[in-house]
């Protein structure tokens, strides 16, 4: 896997695999960790930070790859989100299988997803992301609203009791026993979540190493340019919304099972900026970062809910609400890395190099190449 | 045959007409050049013949076909490849990736590391940078990375539009010998100049511009000695 792991690790192969099967056995032991130190709660938080992953590294394919600004991707989670639901639920009393319908939903956002692409394609940059913008929030409008004449969605209710995800026969919301372990269903959850977030990883590092990859790294940079090369930049931008929306349906799908629960305030203009931050913080276009920005933006907002025990047991009383602080300090930290660091918390080497040259000779070549043409 | 022939060709920006009605051609290994003042059509023109722009009238036949409603993408595919205006290099990524995406649309590997060693012969500055990204070059690098992305396409008609424009005079001295240097190799040229001194002592043939249409079309030296062309362009 490129990038992931600092040079010296691909010098010495061992090195790579001992660092590889630490992360593999931290991976599989975090659930049961996590439950013992912090709470099954928090087991929660990190099916839910998997869940953003996959939808941080599909916007990233829209956003990071192609450099196509979309603020409505929430669209394509709200679209598969629904499909599932509407079609496994007693809300129109059809239940069918949820492994049937994961691919199918994650298909029909695909659709979407081109849907939105081919009116926007000679759109650029802030106009493509007003258009986006507008795009979400129909879907979400439509879903709000779909609950006459023929009550599809249910309206701002929401449609309830969704058919969780069933293994073998077995409903991951009912705790399981394998070899004497006690699996409850955020463990359950986890780990299918983190299964197909692997899938998702390796999907999007093939991507952006083939040649479609190549061609979405062109258009980012230079539209004409890249046409003049020989790139169908139409084909390709309409790939790279079709690519990410799948991501999305995908993730909307494991969303509305696992809550078992939808409703239209899931799926509003905050939560598509939620993503869109984490791809930014984290380093748009670089897997690993935005890996991690999804893992950060899920978790530390969480980490406030202490805040309020804790001003009871210094103060005596609650004296600033933590969801007020949420937004506050979510601010300040967005404001602290576009300052400090706007390539992203962990941007790909060559990025980083740009904003930050770490080799003064490097500098100096450069300055010395405009010298030469200067003079 | 020419390998490019153009009829009647016209462009319309909007309501503003750039390119009046225009006939050319190229032949096969032949270096034509455009001249003409700020504003005449040159880069209007040679866009329309990239498929940057749509033509309003007119036909472009390309070896033999018509090529006038082809997108760019495939006029690049059949071999027509454009180094624009201002360059165009991809800044973000670097000398290398650059070069490789010249070659984007071929799939004999060999044929491409074979090309990425020509260009890098032709442009040994190039090597030394292809692992800096494009948007830390020079102005004359710049410009010697977009002509050589444009070779490792393998195109059969270049088209430069502008190669000198922004450049020290030394940086438009050694890209000029390189493209004497290329069109030596056989290649097929057509070149945009304001340098019309430079543009025609390097090439064999010119047409001038002037408000969207050709004025006079001779060969490259006929021009040179033009006392009208010398007048307007020449400023002798």
């Known amino acids: ?375 | 045959m020419s390998l490019i022939e153009v009829e009647g060709l016209a462009v319309h920006y909007g309501g503003i007409r750039a390119v009046k009605g225009i006939d050319l051609r190229v032949e096969e290994g032949e270096v034509v050049c455009l001249i003409g003042a700020n504003g005449a059509g040159k880069t209007s023109s040679m866009r329309a013949l990239a498929g940057l722009l749509p033509a309003a009238a007119g036909t472009i036949r390309y070896a033999g076909t018509d090529i006038t409603a082809l997108p760019v993408h495939l006029r690049a595919r059949r071999g027509i490849s454009m180094v624009p205006e201002g360059r165009g290099v991809f800044p973000r990524l670097t000398v290398a990736e650059n070069l490789r995406m010249g070659a984007y649309f071929r799939t004999d590997s060999a044929g491409i590391a074979a090309d990425l060693e020509r260009v890098y012969g032709l442009f040994p500055r190039l090597r030394e940078r292809r692992a800096q990204t494009g948007g830390t070059l020079s102005g004359g690098e710049q410009q010697m990375l977009a002509i050589a992305r444009a070779l490792m396409s393998r195109p059969r008609l270049l088209l430069l539009d502008e190669p000198s424009m922004g450049l020290a005079p030394l940086a438009v001295q050694t890209i000029f010998e390189t493209i004497r240097l290329i069109a030596a190799q056989g290649m097929t040229l057509l070149l945009i100049e304001q340098n019309a001194r430079l543009a025609l002592e390097s090439s064999s043939r010119g047409y001038v511009l002037e408000g969207g249409r050709i004025v006079h079309q001779d060969d490259s030296t006929a021009l040179l000695a033009s006392p009208k062309v010398r007048a307007a362009y020449l400023g002798a």
């Not at chain 1, 249910?154 to 026993?177: C, W, Y």
């Open chain 1, 1 to 375: 896997m490129p990038d992931l792991l600092p040079n010296r690790f691909y010098r010495d192969p061992r090195l790579a695999w001992a660092a590889y099967a630490a992360l593999a056995a931290l991976l599989l032991t975090l659930p049961f960790l996590v439950d013992a130190g912090m709470g099954r709660s928090w087991v929660r938080i990190l099916d839910f930070a998997l869940l953003y992953v996959m939808l941080a590294l599909g916007l990233n394919i829209v956003v990071g790859f192609a450099g196509l600004l979309d603020l409505g991707y929430v669209a394509f989670y709200a679209v598969g989100a629904y499909f599932y639901a509407i079609l496994a639920s007693p809300q129109l009393g059809i239940h069918l299988p949820f492994w049937a319908l994961l691919p199918l939903g994650a298909g029909v956002a695909c659709l979407f997803g081109v849907l939105l692409g081919a009116p926007t394609l000679r759109l650029r940059g802030d106009y493509l992301a007003i258009v986006t913008l507008g795009f979400g929030e129909i879907i979400r409008i439509f879903l709000n609203n779909l609950n006459a004449p023929f009550n599809l969605t249910n309206g701002p209710q929401g449609i309830n009791m969704i058919d969780p995800v069933r293994i073998a026969g077995h409903s991951l919301t009912r705790p399981i026993e394998i070899l004497g372990l006690k699996l409850p269903g955020t463990h359950t959850h986890y780990y299918l979540f983190l299964i197909l977030t692997l899938g998702v990883i390796f999907v999007a590092i093939r991507l952006q190493g083939s040649r479609i990859g190549r061609a979405w790294a062109a258009i980012r940079e230079d539209e004409v340019a890249a046409e003049a090369m020989g790139i169908n930049t139409r084909n390709m931008k309409l790939l790279a919304f079709a690519m990410g929306a799948t991501f999305g349906g995908l993730g909307g799908g494991l969303f509305a099972a696992f809550q078992g629960f939808v409703s239209p305030e899931s799926f509003t203009l905050m939560e598509s900026i939620m993503i869109l931050c984490m791809v930014v913080l984290g380093g748009m276009g670089h897997i690993p970062g935005v890996i991690l920005g999804a893992i950060l933006v899920t978790i530390l907002p969480e980490l406030l809910r202490y805040i309020g025990p804790l001003q009871e047991g210094l103060i005596g009383r609650v004296a600033v609400d933590p969801a007020d602080l949420r937004m506050l300090l979510f601010g300040v930290a967005l404001v602290a890395v576009m300052l400090f660091r706007p390539q992203g918390l962990w941007p790909s080497p060559v990025r980083a190099r740009e904003l930050h040259p770490a080799n003064p000779d490097e500098v100096r070549q450069e300055q010395e190449a405009l010298y030469d043409a200067e003079r």
